[in-house]
C-alpha cells in the first residue's frame, strides 16, 4: 500500500472514530449526533394495512456500542410504552410504528445475550459489548396482548384498563396518534422520564449524556402511493453548559426533573417560521406538524375530559401572503385560555398535524408563510420553568402534498430558542 493511501485510510479511520459533535452548536436545534431524539409525530392507521404508517431510523454515530431508550407518548403527553435497543458501532436500526402496535419491536441483544453475533452483528469498525442488565431483557418477546391493547385503546383516546383511564385526544378514526423520543441510557431499564432514577446531574442515572444517536423518520402510506420524511429532532445534552445544567433553565426534559437541569438536554426553538402553498400543483395542500411542551408531567385522565392544560394557546400567529399583507390571529397568551373568545387555537395539544386552511386553520391567502411565536403560559404548570414561565418549547415541521402523488416535508425554521425567547411580538 503506498503512503498516500495509508494517510487517506488513517484520515478515513480518524473521521469514523471522532463524530464528537465539533460542529454542534448548544440551543441551537441542528442535524449533529445527540443524546436524545424526537419523532414529534406519528400516525399509525390501525384498521388498514395500506394506510398511513410511521417508520424510524436509529443511528449510532459512535464505533462504541450504545444502548437506547425508546418511549412512546400520546398527543396529550401520558407516556404508553417504553423498549430498550442495543445498538452496536456505526449500526443502523429501522422501527415500523404499525409493528409495535401489532405486538413486536425490533429484535436487538448485545453480546452477552447474543454470544453467536446473529442478532446485532457487529462490522469491522464497530464495537461489540455485553450489557448485563439486559439479560431478560434483551432480545425482546413479543408484546404481551394485553399490553397492545392497552397501546391501541391510549393512541386512539379510549379506555385503557392498564392506565384506568384514557390517555389522548379521541377522534374515532382507529388511527393512533403520538410522538417518541429516543434516550442514550447506560444500563437496560424500563423506567419513563418522569420516574426516579431516570435522570441524574451529568448522565449519572439511568439517561446518560452521550451524544451519538442521529436519525431519521417517514409517513408512509402505502395506498396513496406517497412519501414524506425529515429527520428527527436531535437534542444535544451538556454537563457544563449553565444553559443546561443550572437549575431553573428551561431544559427539554425540565418538567420530568421538577425544573433542577439534571436531565441536561437543551430545549427547543419556540418560535418559527413556515411557508405554505394551497392550490396550484399542491392539490393537498400543506400542513404542519407541531410538537409542543404543555410543560406538566401528565398521567391519564378520566374518559370524556381532557387534561387541564389543555387546549394549548399561543402568543402571536400572523400569516403573511407573498406581498407581505398580514393576517393578525386571535390568540390569548396563556393555557387554557378564558371563555368567550373567539381564538383561533390550532395546535392545542402536544403532538398534531393541523391542515392550513382547514377547519382549525383558516387563512385568507392560498400562498404565503406564517410566522408561529407558540411561547404561552401555562396555568398548570405554575410559573415554570422559572427562567421564563411564559416560554414555551416546540417543534414545526411543513408537509406538503400533490394530488396524493407528490410530496415534500421539511422543517420550518426556527426563529429563537427557549434557551433565550424574544418574546417580541410582529405587529404587537
Request: hydrophobic content about 40%.
Amino acid at each position: 500500500m503506498s503512503r498516500v493511501a495509508v494517510c487517506h485510510l488513517l484520515w478515513v479511520l480518524a473521521l469514523l472514530g471522532s463524530p464528537s459533535g465539533a460542529l454542534a452548536v448548544l440551543c441551537t436545534i441542528d442535524d449533529v449526533p445527540a443524546a436524545t431524539l424526537l419523532l414529534p409525530y406519528f400516525e399509525v392507521d390501525l384498521n388498514d394495512p395500506n394506510g398511513i404508517n410511521t417508520l424510524i431510523s436509529i443511528n449510532n454515530a459512535s464505533a462504541d456500542a450504545v444502548l437506547a431508550h425508546v418511549v412512546l407518548w400520546t398527543d396529550t403527553s401520558v407516556p404508553t410504552f417504553d423498549f430498550n435497543l442495543y445498538l452496536t458501532g456505526y449500526d443502523a436500526q429501522t422501527v415500523s410504528l404499525r409493528d409495535i402496535f401489532n405486538g413486536t419491536v425490533p429484535l436487538t441483544a448485545s453480546a452477552g445475550q447474543d454470544p453467536a453475533d446473529a442478532i446485532s452483528p457487529k462490522g469491522t469498525f464497530s464495537q461489540d459489548v455485553s450489557f448485563a442488565s439486559c439479560t431478560g431483557q434483551l432480545p425482546p418477546p413479543p408484546i404481551p396482548d394485553s399490553i397492545v391493547t392497552h397501546l391501541r385503546a391510549s393512541h386512539t383516546g379510549t379506555f385503557s384498563a392498564i392506565l384506568n383511564g384514557c390517555a389522548g385526544r379521541a377522534f374515532g378514526d382507529r388511527i393512533a396518534r403520538g410522538y417518541l423520543t429516543i434516550d442514550t441510557v447506560s444500563n437496560c431499564t424500563l423506567r419513563f422520564p418522569g420516574d426516579a432514577g431516570y435522570f441524574a446531574s451529568g448522565g449519572t442515572g439511568d439517561a446518560t449524556n452521550q451524544n451519538v444517536l442521529w436519525g431519521d423518520y417517514i409517513y408512509l402510506s402505502p395506498g396513496e402511493n406517497f412519501a414524506q420524511g425529515e429527520t428527527l429532532v436531535h437534542v444535544e445534552a451538556s454537563a457544563t453548559n449553565p444553559e443546561t445544567s443550572v437549575p431553573g433553565q428551561y431544559t427539554f426534559y425540565g418538567r420530568y426533573v421538577n425544573w433542577t437541569a439534571a436531565d441536561n438536554r437543551e430545549p427547543l426553538g419556540t418560535t418559527f417560521a413556515a411557508r405554505y402553498v394551497n392550490g396550484g400543483r399542491f392539490t393537498g395542500g400543506t400542513d404542519l406538524i407541531v410538537w409542543r411542551d404543555s410543560k406538566v408531567d401528565q398521567s391519564a385522565f378520566r374518559c370524556g375530559y381532557l387534561p387541564p392544560w389543555y387546549p394549548l394557546a399561543e402568543e402571536r400567529l400572523v400569516v403573511f401572503d407573498q406581498q407581505e399583507n398580514a393576517e393578525l390571529q386571535q390568540t390569548p397568551p396563556f393555557s387554557p385560555p378564558p371563555g368567550g373568545g373567539d381564538w383561533l387555537l390550532p395546535f392545542p395539544a402536544e403532538a398534531q398535524r393541523t391542515a392550513i386552511d382547514g377547519e382549525d386553520f383558516p387563512v385568507s391567502f392560498n400562498f404565503g408563510w406564517i410566522y408561529l411565536d407558540l411561547n404561552t403560559f401555562v396555568i398548570a404548570a405554575g410559573f415554570n420553568p422559572a427562567k421564563d414561565p411564559a416560554a414555551e418549547q416546540a417543534w414545526v415541521t411543513v408537509v406538503m402534498d400533490a394530488s396524493g402523488r407528490f410530496s415534500v416535508g421539511y422543517d420550518a425554521i426556527q426563529l429563537d430558542s427557549a434557551c433565550r425567547v424574544d418574546h417580541t411580538l410582529i405587529g404587537g
